[in-house]
């Protein structure tokens, strides 16, 4: 999931500029999941405007509108609307927004009506997002018990740990739990603390060189 806050009021209506006819569109998965792009969302963004003296035209939740066939749907249904609109404002992720630029017909300004935050997980409870992936492009998710360090290190140590936690606990953040101790006591519990004996090369940052496409077969 991609987790994503809402945008200043202010700094979208800066973004809009003189712009009058505004399209809504948000996102039926991670955006309503983190309530910044769900229909909630979408009718509260459309009162701020109209307050601000600007004209809702429509909106519209793809189930994903990083999907380029999803957007080509938004389109198709709501065809005058959006003929009739200065831009677009979307409630999504930097990929939606994006995605939603590059498939529609018309040459029409795109706003981020979001800032995009980070790839995370939805606990259990439906409430916490916790960032779990960085996507590295070189996962070793099988030698560190399935947590990686990476991303929940806050130093990023592929050999750790380095030393300085205290009662379990990362000496950068003393509110955080030390990886290199969580994936420890992790492969202990499984007896395979001998994954801790095979050293890691540095990095491939090669793998992380943007931007990356990918055909699927």
């Known amino acids: 999931m991609i987790v994503t806050e809402k945008k200043p009021l202010d700094e979208i209506l800066t973004n809009l500029g003189s712009e009058k006819k505004v399209f809504l569109i948000g996102c039926g998965e991670c955006s309503t999941t983190c309530k910044t792009g769900g229909e909630k969302e979408l009718l509260e963004m459309k009162e701020k405007l109209?307050?601000?003296?600007?004209?809702?035209?429509?909106?519209?939740?793809?189930?994903?509108?990083?999907?380029?066939?999803?957007v080509v749907i938004v389109q198709a249904k709501n065809r005058k609307e959006l003929e009739t609109s200065d831009s677009i404002l979307a409630l999504s992720c930097g990929l939606g927004v994006q995605s939603i630029k590059e498939n529609l017909r018309q040459k029409k300004d795109?706003?981020?009506?979001?800032?995009?935050?980070f790839i995370s997980t939805l606990d259990k409870s439906g409430n916490i997002l916790s960032e779990k992936c960085s996507a590295c492009g070189d996962c070793i998710l099988d030698l560190t018990a399935g947590i990686c360090p990476i991303t929940r290190c806050a130093k990023g140590l592929l050999n750790g740990p380095c030393g300085g936690a205290n009662k379990g606990k990362c000496e950068v953040d003393k509110d955080k739990d030390c990886a290199w101790i969580l994936i420890y006591n992790e492969l202990k519990e499984r007896n395979k603390l001998d994954n801790l004996k095979k050293i890691q090369k540095?990095?491939?940052?090669?793998k992380q060189i943007k931007p990356k496409i990918k055909a699927l077969a």
């Open 110 to 117: 795109v706003h981020a009506g979001c800032n995009t935050l």
């Open 202 to 206: 540095p990095k491939d940052y090669s």
């Open 50 to 70: 109209i307050a601000a003296g600007k004209e809702v035209t429509g909106y519209a939740i793809p189930k994903a509108p990083c999907i380029g066939s999803q």
